[in-house]
């Protein structure tokens, strides 16, 4: 299977804060790979770095054999990207959301209409368009969110903590999303989740952090093997990191507070 990304002893420091340490990582095309680990693991600098958001330091990122360094605009084309800070302007529709991200992505003139009401309908968003996106219920405006990351038809979609705050139902209903968009359009998913059932059910393979450095790679299947007969993907958490799994709860008007960089 061909890499859609492959880190090669990848380190970033923030002054003397080391986030990264020598991260070797490869993920196939057309898999769902999940990034896991505490906040402060390194899992949101990892992100950051192969969306050329950050400069890289050290090492060498390479996505579907496009060098992050040299080729930076050239990568972004084939991204989409859901942080975990909010990303929607609520002054604004749904379609006009999106309608700006189809701009920012270049996604030509006469395109644009057609890919805004495609994608708006692949979220189930398609009858909640016209409405401000302030008025939108917590799993909506993810759904929104999705839809602005998908417009370009990208090759690669990153979700930092997509389903962070949304009850099980909106998690439910943006994963269903997702799923289909992956089976539809062959993409790569690349994604960061504290909720170890969200990752056990969706995630091909799973790589596991802990202070700037991988711990553990495998499906989650072989993590829980590993551990021995019967042990849980929080409990492979548990062993590789010591720390406790965090939670958040709330809708829509806790977005904003419950969204932060990990």
């Known amino acids: 299977m061909?890499?859609?990304?492959?880190m090669?002893?990848?380190?970033?420091?923030?002054?003397?804060?080391?986030?990264?340490?020598?991260?070797?990582?490869?993920?196939g095309e057309g898999e769902c790979f999940g990034l896991l680990g505490p906040?402060?693991?390194?899992?949101?600098?990892?992100?950051?770095?192969?969306?050329?958001?950050?400069?890289?330091?050290?090492?060498?990122?390479?996505?579907?054999g496009l060098d992050v360094r040299r080729q930076a605009m050239a990568v972004r084309r084939r991204l989409g990207y859901v942080p975990q800070q909010l990303s929607i302007e609520g002054a604004l529709t749904g379609r006009e959301n999106v309608a700006w991200?189809?701009?920012?992505?270049?996604?030509?003139?006469?395109?644009?209409?057609?890919?805004?009401?495609?994608?708006?309908?692949?979220?189930?968003?398609?009858?909640?368009?016209d409405r401000l996106a302030a008025t939108y219920s917590g799993g909506m405006v993810r759904r929104l969110e999705l839809a602005q990351a998908l417009v370009n038809r990208p090759a690669l979609l990153v979700l930092d903590e997509p389903t962070v705050g949304l009850d099980p139902r909106a998690r439910d209903s943006v994963w269903?999303?997702?799923?289909?968009?992956?089976?539809?359009y062959g993409m790569t998913v690349?994604?960061?989740?504290?909720?170890m059932e969200e990752a056990d059910e969706l995630c091909d393979r799973i790589a596991l952090m802990h202070r700037g450095t991988v711990r553990a790679a495998g499906t989650p299947q072989e993590l829980k093997d590993g551990l021995g007969a019967g042990s849980s993907l929080?409990?492979?958490?548990?062993?590789?990191?010591?720390?406790?799994?965090?939670?958040?709860?709330?809708g829509l008007r806790d977005v904003r507070a419950t969204r932060r960089l990990g």
Do not use: C, W
């Not at 991200?101 to 368009?129: H, I, N, Q, T």
């Open 101 to 129: 991200f189809a701009r920012l992505f270049d996604v030509p003139r006469r395109d644009r209409r057609g890919r805004v009401d495609e994608v708006l309908e692949m979220v189930d968003l398609s009858d909640a368009a």
């Open 190 to 195: 690349l994604l960061t989740t504290h909720y």
């Open 234 to 250: 929080e409990g492979v958490f548990r062993h590789y990191t010591g720390d406790s799994l965090t939670d958040t709860k709330g």
């Open 176 to 184: 269903a999303r997702v799923q289909d968009m992956q089976q539809q």
């Open 39 to 64: 906040n402060g693991a390194g899992k949101t600098t990892a992100i950051r770095l192969l969306n050329t958001l950050l400069p890289l330091q050290d090492g060498d990122i390479q996505l579907f």
């Open 2 to 6: 061909p890499d859609a990304i492959a």
């Open 8 to 27: 090669s002893g990848v380190s970033y420091h923030f002054g003397e804060q080391v986030a990264l340490s020598d991260v070797d990582l490869r993920v």
